[in-house]
């Protein structure tokens, strides 16, 4: 039978989602609690890779687990999540909370069946002690007016190659990007919230790296729009830090 796991996690002690042969990772940490619980070696797959010292809010992840007599009946069912998730929380490191576990259909994929992804990028504008692991602080004076006018352009195309980590053996670089757009929330504070299907590794970080080059006046909007027809990772910005990027939801 399948489950999907729904998660958060901080990732500042962390090497990314992915298991690492020389660091700790999220999925690892999960896959060593639950195979402890279920006396089984147990894989998991994510609905994505977060990088490391990137955060979730919502992340889901499914597994497989073969005792077929646990489903029966639908109340045992649900008892059984109820108490694996229960379990799994006094398990694992603070860092990673569980918030539920569902059984769900077997071909339910949590990477392949999600419909959409959203990720939060946080910047501040005024340096604090108490938001340096969950936003970057920028001494630069930044155009959100002129930003958000470049992220609208985000939405008119769908070849996003020059925002991928290069090197990287994926078999598209398409994605369809729904929505893309700076929002306030202080005096000195902004967030960029972009929707797509799917991304492609490193794009978030990438895209914010030259929609600040546009914020800064380093870059025109016709200049985007070439770097973003280029399909060269080269000619976009560089890469902001993965500290104050959240995966905030996941959609199927």
């Given amino acids: 039978m399948r489950y999907f796991i729904h998660l958060s996690y901080d990732g500042t002690r962390y090497h990314g989602w992915q298991i690492q042969p020389n660091g700790i990772s999220v999925e690892g940490e999960i896959e060593r609690c639950l195979s402890t619980l279920l006396r089984t070696t ?33 109340n045992k069912a649900k008892d059984f999540c109820k108490q694996l998730t229960y379990k799994l929380n006094r398990m694992l490191p603070p860092d990673i909370a569980i918030h539920r576990v569902e059984q769900v259909a077997d071909d339910m994929h949590a990477r392949f069946s999600a419909t959409a992804r959203t990720y939060h990028y946080y910047v501040s504008m005024g340096r604090s002690p108490f938001n340096r692991h969950y936003m970057w602080q920028t001494h630069f004076t930044l155009d959100f007016a002129l930003m958000n006018e470049a992220a609208a352009i985000l939405m008119e195309y769908e070849d996003f190659a020059c ?20 929002i306030q929330t ?28 546009v914020g800064r006046h380093r870059l025109s909007l016709d200049g985007f729009r070439k770097v973003i027809e280029s399909g060269q990772r080269t000619k976009a910005g560089e890469s902001v830090p993965g500290h104050a990027l959240f995966l905030e939801k996941v959609e199927y």
Avoid: P, Q
């Avoid at 991928?164 to 893309?180: I, M, P, Q």
């Fill in 42 to 74: 147990i894989d998991i797959v994510g609905a994505g890779r977060t990088d490391a010292g990137v955060h979730a809010r919502h992340m889901v992840a499914h597994f497989d687990y073969g005792d077929e007599n646990r489903n029966e009946d639908e």
């Fill in 163 to 182: 925002f991928s980590k290069s090197h990287t053996d994926v078999k598209t670089t398409l994605c369809n990007v729904t929505e893309a757009r700076w």
């Fill in 186 to 213: 202080s005096e000195t504070e902004w967030y960029f919230r972009i929707r797509a299907n799917r991304f492609l590794r490193n794009m978030v970080r990438a895209v914010v790296g030259t929609l600040v080059e």
